[in-house]
Each structure stands twice: as structure tokens, then as C-alpha cells.
């Protein structure tokens, strides 16, 4: 498993997300692409500010392909999201970028990682426990359209 995870991280470089109108709109059309609820490009830029949060996404022929976002308070990150576009699913982006934030985490000595996400979405919950997240709850009807629980997962950092 640790050779994959090398291997995918050699394969793709995510550079960090700027607070440019390019990134700010391109990541807002791949959110637009991956979910009922995007985060609009303002919501965005909270992810380019130091101190509040960081995004980390990979470019394929100059389109924004892959990204995710991690808010930090603390010594706690919170995963906001993680997307690859449709048709580069499967080729170890979101592996990639998945890494990037957990690199970036551990630099900035955060203890935690926590996120959210649906109970049925099985590709995201294999990719974090690739990763090393372990599931430490659940809430109830977290989600909406459609109302589904949301699994919370955590990485110990320290
Ligand atoms: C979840 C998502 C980010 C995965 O990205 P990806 O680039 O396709 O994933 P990768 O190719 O890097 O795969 C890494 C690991 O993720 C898991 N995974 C990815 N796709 C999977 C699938 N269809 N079924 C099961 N597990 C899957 C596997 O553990 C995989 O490791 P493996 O190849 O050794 O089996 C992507 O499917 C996506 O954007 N989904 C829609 C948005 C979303 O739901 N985001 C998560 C919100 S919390």
C-alpha cells in the first residue's frame, strides 16, 4: 500500500490553490461538476487564506482536473472536500491530493484530521482509510438532497 501511495504522489504534483480568478473559478466549476451543493469561488478563497484554511489541486492541459480543501483551527484540520473530475476518476488523483493536505497537515504540526462524508459514498470512504482515517462516529440526517447520515472520520497526527 505504501508503494501505491509513493507512486501516485510521484505521479501527480498538486500545487497549492491561489486566491487567482482562474483557480478561484476553475475549482468552483469542478465543485459545480462533483456536487448538488458547490462551494461558489468566494466560499473558496477562505481556502487560500493563512491561518483559516488550504486547497491543494492538480491541472491536467490546463484545466483545473482534481482538488480538496482542508479549514484549520488549531491543531485540527477539517476536510471540506475532496473532487476529481468525472472522467479522471480511478487514476490515483484524489489519492493524490488527499496527500498533499495529510503533508501539509503534518508541516503545520496539526494533531487531527477530521471530516464528513455520506454513508454511501464508498469511493471517498475507501480512499480515506487508504489513507489511514478511521471512522469515530456518525451524525444523524447530516445530509440533504437526498437526507443521508454522514460518517465522521479522524486521523491522528500525533
Ligand atoms: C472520491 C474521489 C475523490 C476519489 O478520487 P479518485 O481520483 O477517483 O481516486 P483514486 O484513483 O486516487 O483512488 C484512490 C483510492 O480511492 C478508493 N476508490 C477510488 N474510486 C473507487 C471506487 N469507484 N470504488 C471503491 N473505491 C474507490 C480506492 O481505495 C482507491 O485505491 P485503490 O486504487 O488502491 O483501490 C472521486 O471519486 C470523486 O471526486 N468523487 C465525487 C466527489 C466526492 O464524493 N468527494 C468526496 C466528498 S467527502
Redesign the pocket.
Known amino acids: 500500500m505504501a508503494e501505491?501511495i509513493k507512486k501516485?504522489t510521484i505521479k501527480y504534483h498538486p500545487r497549492r490553490l491561489t486566491d487567482s480568478t482562474a483557480d478561484l473559478e476553475g475549482t468552483a466549476a469542478l465543485e459545480k461538476l462533483?456536487?448538488h451543493q458547490p462551494w461558489s469561488a468566494s466560499s473558496l478563497e477562505l481556502l487560500t487564506k493563512d491561518g483559516i484554511g488550504v486547497g491543494y489541486l492538480c491541472e491536467q492541459n490546463g484545466d483545473i482536473v482534481?482538488y480538496g480543501g482542508m479549514l484549520i483551527a488549531v491543531d485540527e484540520g477539517q476536510?471540506t472536500?475532496?473532487?476529481?473530475h468525472p472522467n479522471?476518476?480511478?487514476?490515483?488523483?484524489?489519492?493524490?491530493i488527499v496527500q498533499a493536505l495529510i503533508k501539509h497537515a503534518k508541516a503545520a504540526r496539526l494533531a487531527t484530521i477530521t471530516?464528513?462524508?455520506?454513508v454511501s459514498?464508498?469511493?471517498?470512504i475507501?480512499?480515506y482509510?487508504?489513507v489511514g482515517f478511521a471512522e469515530v462516529g456518525r451524525r444523524k440526517g447530516f445530509y440533504t438532497k437526498p437526507t443521508e447520515d454522514a460518517l465522521i472520520m479522524e486521523l491522528k497526527l500525533k
Do not use: Y
Open positions: 501505491e501516485n462533483c456536487f482534481a476536510i472536500n475532496i473532487a476529481v479522471r476518476r480511478g487514476q490515483g488523483l484524489g489519492l493524490a471530516l464528513e462524508v455520506r459514498n464508498t469511493p471517498a475507501s480512499l482509510r487508504k
